[in-house]
């Protein structure tokens, strides 16, 4: 009797292990590296359903600054990238560890900051902007993390030439992410820089009536492109490249096209596709 027990518990002990190792066997999952703003702003969330019902395969993702999730990309961590520093992008590609840059879509970098204004930015170039806050010393809250975000700025600060290597107490690094980091602005009631997709995420967050409002915008400088990049299965062998290859194939089809033009926060367009741009 006992014997018989004994098969029987022992049958089902190896039927849910043929079932959980069925279901990993046809289970598809794809792992993207991302930068924040993709994150915050909720475009993910929106997409990833989409994706699943229309390929059957799973969106995970990290959400970190382009410089790290570049950096996942060489360690093999990810099956694809989808970042926003063309420079650091090329880079990598030209170093082997990815492939196939793509674009997808686009927005605008943007310098938000107090209604106040106390440096008395608003409207004014990029370069005069920065030159202002840095002759006032008003506070700027930088990202400080290596993403596209703080690439950005880093390089605005030197077209305006302004040397940001002496301390100053007005300049700060979060070491955070976007939302974080317009955050910290907000309590400090200070500037940042931004992507305007965050910036409506975070504005939709105080009803559009938020702490900090744009100052600095429509300058062609400030352009934001976002681009997926396929990791490169000749540097990273457990790579699923199919996968990868299916994501991108999805973004660029004009059904996705037109969802990611449709997505919008208070009733306003968070990014631009331009799949068609290549």
């Known amino acids: 009797m006992k014997k018989i027990e004994f098969l029987k518990a022992l049958l089902i002990v190896l039927t849910s292990l043929f079932i ?28 990833a359903p989409k994706f699943k019902k229309d390929t059957g395969t799973e969106l995970k993702w990290v959400a970190v600054g382009s410089g790290k999730a570049l950096q996942l990309g060489r360690n093999c ?23 196939k840059r793509t674009k997808i879509m686009y927005n605008d970098f943007i310098i938000i900051g107090p209604r106040n204004d106390p440096a008395k930015i608003k409207n ?22 290596n993403s596209g975000t703080n690439e950005k700025e880093k390089q605005l600060w030197q ?23 317009i955050y910290m602005a907000a ?9 305007y997709g965050t910036f409506i995420k975070y504005a939709a967050n105080y009803h559009n009536h938020p702490p900090l409002i744009i100052l600095v915008q429509n300058d062609k400088i ?24 299916q994501f991108k194939n999805w973004l660029i089809a ?5 969802t990611i033009a449709n997505y919008k926060l208070l009733n306003k367009h968070l990014f631009i596709p331009n799949a068609n741009q290549q």
């Open 254 to 258: 004009k059904p996705t096209q037109t």
């Open 187 to 195: 309590e400090k009631h200070g500037y940042t820089l931004t992507d």
């Open 159 to 181: 077209k305006a030439k302004i040397n940001l290597l002496k301390k100053t107490t007005w300049y700060i690094q979060s070491g955070q992410g976007m939302m974080a980091t």
């Open 124 to 145: 004014k170039s990029v370069t005069n902007a920065l030159q202002n806050i840095a002759v006032k010393q008003a506070i700027f809250i930088s990202r400080g993390d």
């Open 20 to 47: 959980l190792t069925n279901i990993s066997a046809n289970s598809k999952s794809l792992l993207l590296a991302t930068t924040t703003s993709v994150d915050n702003t909720g475009l993910l969330n929106y997409l």
């Open 77 to 99: 961590d990810a099956d694809a990238l989808l970042v926003h520093d063309p420079v650091m992008e090329r880079q990598y590609i030209k170093s082997s560890y990815g492939i």
């Open 222 to 245: 400030l352009f934001n492109q976002y681009s997926i990049i396929l990791v490169n299965p000749k540097h990273c062998k457990n790579v699923n490249i199919k996968l990868a290859e």
